[in-house]
Every structure is written in C-alpha cells, then in structure tokens.
C-alpha cells in the first residue's frame, strides 16, 4: 500500500530555511495532488500547501503566503516544501498526503495516505 515518507526537518533559528521533501518509494506520485499539513502540540492538523499532479497549481494557507513555496519533481518522484523566513508559530509536525485535486479549503478529510511526519521546531 502506498505510503508517502517526509523528511528534512529539523530546529532552526527563527528567520531560518528549512526544505521538507516528500517521498513514496515504489509508487508513482505524479499521478497525485499532494498537500503539506502540520500539526503543533495542543492543535488541529492544518493545511499549509497542496500542488497539482502537474505541478501546475499551488495553493497556501494565508499564514505561509509568501514564505513557502511547494514544487515537485515527478522525474525524482518527490515534492518539496521550502519555507523560509520561519517563525516560531511554524513550529509543528508536519504531513504531506495524497489526493484527487487540491482545493483551496485543504481539508484534512480529503487526503490519504499519510506519512509519519517530520518534526520542525522553530527557536533561539
């Protein structure tokens, strides 16, 4: 069964860069939109990206506009997640998920096959 593996996490200094990739060995991930979700202590998954199968929509939650930027090479069968200008509000594991298409709501009831998550901590 498909699953996908996140990596590239990691602590970094606020204002710091950090790139998340995502990955799913033995499967094809072109034929999926895949989102980028986090999860901070105390919370709710949210939503933070999601890319088209093409790699030619993106979408992002308000709070990362501007700072992270989702890609994907289909070629490596991966997608990235590269956030700069971290804040500490940032800090949470983050998912990335599998789905039909992206919408712009990222619900967290639209996509499947979850990874385990990579930590991302954000601090002086």
């Known amino acids: 069964q498909l699953q996908v593996v996140e990596s590239g996490g990691g602590l970094v200094q606020p204002g710091g860069s950090l790139r998340l990739s995502c990955a799913a060995p033995?499967?094809?991930?072109?034929?999926?939109?895949i989102g980028w979700f986090r999860q901070a202590p105390g919370k709710e998954r949210e939503g933070v990206s999601c890319?088209?199968?093409?790699?030619?929509?993106?979408y992002y939650v308000d709070s990362v506009k501007g700072r992270f930027t989702i890609s994907r090479d289909n070629a490596k069968n991966t997608v990235y997640l590269q956030m700069n200008s971290l804040k500490s509000e940032d800090t949470a594991v983050y998912y990335c998920?599998?789905?039909?298409?992206?919408?712009?709501?990222?619900?967290?009831?639209?996509?499947?096959?979850w990874g385990q998550g990579t930590q991302v901590s954000v601090s002086s």
């Open positions: 890319i088209s199968s093409s790699g030619e929509s993106t």
């Open positions: 033995g499967f094809f991930l072109a034929y999926y939109a």
């Open positions: 998920a599998t789905t039909t298409y992206c919408e712009v709501e990222l619900s967290v009831s639209q996509y499947h096959h």
